[in-house]
């Protein structure tokens, strides 16, 4: 019977320890199946035309090419 007090609590506490990781493996997503490659740099595709750059933007004005577009709107 001291046997059995005393041997008991470890063999509860060792249980419990070892539901608690099989829980976590279960609930964890799943390892992927390959080796994760690195990222190669992102292309563009062949064949699509290139887009047009942007317009200059003047310099000689503070505000740019903006204040001549709200001086517009506001005529």
Known sequence: MVAVALLLPPFLLCVVLAL???EERLLSSPAPEHPVQP???LRPVPGL???EPP???DRASPAGP???DRGRQAA
Do not use: D, F, I, K
């Open 39 to 41: 990222q190669r740099p």
């Open 66 to 68: 903006l204040a001549e």
């Open 49 to 51: 035309p290139c887009p």
């Open 20 to 22: 608690g990781r099989y």
């Open 55 to 57: 317009p200059p933007v």
